[in-house]
């Protein structure tokens, strides 16, 4: 079965660069959600999108900006790195927002040097 | 705040023992606990989950307890594997007002099955 697809698998910045991440949702899932997880901690949640409108928004940083577009993939912009920018940035999906299973992906591994 | 409190940090059982790992939320307004199983590297695969409206729910090895009134649930793995090795998250969740389900995680537990 397709799984959520998640690109780069890896990416190593410098301070004040910009990074893009982009998610790919499994097939006929319309809602995407971001999540961040940081070393040895639990995934938070960052922000979401149904049918291209952003749906509910956690603890983003202002630096930070994101989108769904018409194919229902989503991007994640991250501007100004921080040296705590540094973390797995997970995307999951869903159906649609009723359904509360989310599928996640393999993730983005961002380190800020 | 942690809005979901989980417990142990870290377990170590043998293989064929039965690993329990409980938490505990304050939201009543929660209805869906899953519990996600996360191997280095990768991203969190669910498991397995329940609504409030049953005290159990079983899949395969995986049993979830659930007691509403303690606003407190756990997993339990049966006959336990060193491929069950992985960081288990409980998580929960609800109809936030507006269109999606965000997830609020537990701190994880690091679960090590000695062969």
């Known amino acids: 079965a397709a799984g959520v697809i998640q690109s780069p698998r890896h990416l190593i910045k410098e301070k004040r660069e910009t990074a893009t991440l982009k998610c790919y949702p499994i097939?006929?899932?319309?809602?995407v959600y971001w999540y961040q997880q940081g070393p040895g901690q639990d995934p938070q949640f960052l922000i979401s999108?149904?049918?291209?409108?952003?749906?509910d928004k956690g603890s983003i940083p202002d630096r930070f900006s994101a989108q769904q577009f018409s194919d229902y993939h989503s991007e994640l912009n991250m501007s100004s790195l921080e040296l705590g920018d540094s973390a797995l940035y997970f995307c999951?999906?869903?159906?649609?927002?009723?359904?509360?299973?989310?599928?996640f992906g393999p993730g983005t591994r961002l380190t800020v040097t | 705040q942690q809005q979901v409190k989980q417990s142990p940090q870290s377990l170590i059982v043998q293989k064929g023992g039965i690993p329990i790992i409980n938490c505990a939320y304050e939201?009543?307004?929660?209805?869906?606990f899953p519990w996600y199983q996360q191997f280095p590297g990768k991203g969190p695969a669910l498991l397995i989950a329940?609504?409030?409206?049953?005290s159990e729910k079983k899949e395969g090895r995986f049993t979830i307890s659930f007691n509403k009134s303690a606003k407190q649930f756990s997993l339990h793995i049966m006959d336990s594997q060193p491929g069950d090795s992985a960081t288990y998250f409980c998580?929960?969740?609800?109809?936030?007002?507006?269109?999606?389900?965000?997830?609020?995680f537990g701190t994880g537990t690091l679960l090590a099955v000695q062969p």
């Open positions: 998580a929960a969740s609800r109809i936030w007002g507006g269109a999606t389900n965000k997830l609020i």
């Open positions: 329940i609504r409030p409206d049953v």
């Open positions: 999108f149904y049918e291209k409108m952003q749906s």
């Open positions: 999951a999906s869903s159906p649609d927002p009723n359904t509360y299973e989310q599928y």
């Open positions: 097939p006929r899932h319309d809602t």
């Open positions: 939201n009543t307004a929660f209805d869906y």
